[in-house]
């Protein structure tokens, strides 16, 4: 399974050594390939962070602290209270991992791919609150139409201000509720 930081958005290295890192509105997140056992059926997955608020944000790196400016160069300090992922799972791909992992399901592929749950995990120190998503739908091809390529927008409420230095990580899960992919979502390292 991928684990990408969200703070892999833009990189910049300044002749003084500082490293920066620009955040847009969409962030890749990064992807993965699933195999379908026993029906060896292969998946890519790709997730994408949607978030406006995070447009121009810098991660500032500058050898001995790390922190987030705004665009307007004022200190970032906590994650947007709403967060939009758009996950894309199917197997029109052009590359998939050499090594997938393998979930067994007796599920069709479109079965498969029609049927995810998602959730959002937020980190504090030893400390986890799951967020369920306020929204999880589908769009483009409707779920009674079978197809090759399913797109889900997530929606999450975070329930406080959640400070900018805390890790998250979206988690998928396949309608037996087995974990079939995450991404971690970090604003800082």
């Known amino acids: 399974m991928t684990a990408v930081l969200v703070c892999l958005a833009i990189g910049a290295l300044a002749q003084n050594g500082r490293q920066e890192f620009i955040f847009r509105t969409h962030t890749p997140m990064g992807g993965d390939a699933l195999i379908?056992?026993?029906a060896k059926q292969k998946l890519q997955v790709l997730a994408t962070l949607e978030a406006k608020e995070l447009e121009g944000v810098r991660q500032i790196?500058?050898?001995?602290?790390?922190?987030?400016r705004g665009p307007d160069g004022e200190?970032?300090?906590?994650?947007?209270?709403?967060?939009?992922?758009?996950?894309?799972?199917?197997?029109?791909?052009?590359y998939i991992e050499k090594n997938p992992l393998p979930v067994e399901t007796t599920d069709s592929p479109d079965e498969f791919?029609?049927?995810?749950?998602?959730?959002?995990?937020?980190?504090?120190?030893?400390?986890?609150?799951?967020?369920?998503?306020?929204?999880?739908?589908?769009i483009g091809v409707p779920k009674n139409i079978p197809y090759h390529e399913r797109i889900y927008v997530v929606r999450f409420k975070l329930p406080r201000d959640v400070p900018a230095d805390e890790r998250m990580k979206l988690e998928v899960y396949d309608r037996n509720g087995v974990q079939v992919a995450k991404f971690h979502v970090q604003l800082l390292n």
Request: zero cysteines; a positive charge.
């Open 61 to 68: 790196n500058d050898g001995r602290d790390q922190y987030l």
């Open 75 to 94: 200190p970032f300090r906590y994650y947007p209270r709403e967060l939009r992922f758009r996950f894309s799972i199917g197997k029109k791909v052009a």
């Open 36 to 38: 379908l056992m026993p």
């Open 113 to 138: 791919q029609s049927n995810l749950r998602f959730q959002l995990k937020i980190f504090q120190g030893l400390r986890m609150e799951l967020v369920e998503p306020e929204e999880a739908r589908i």
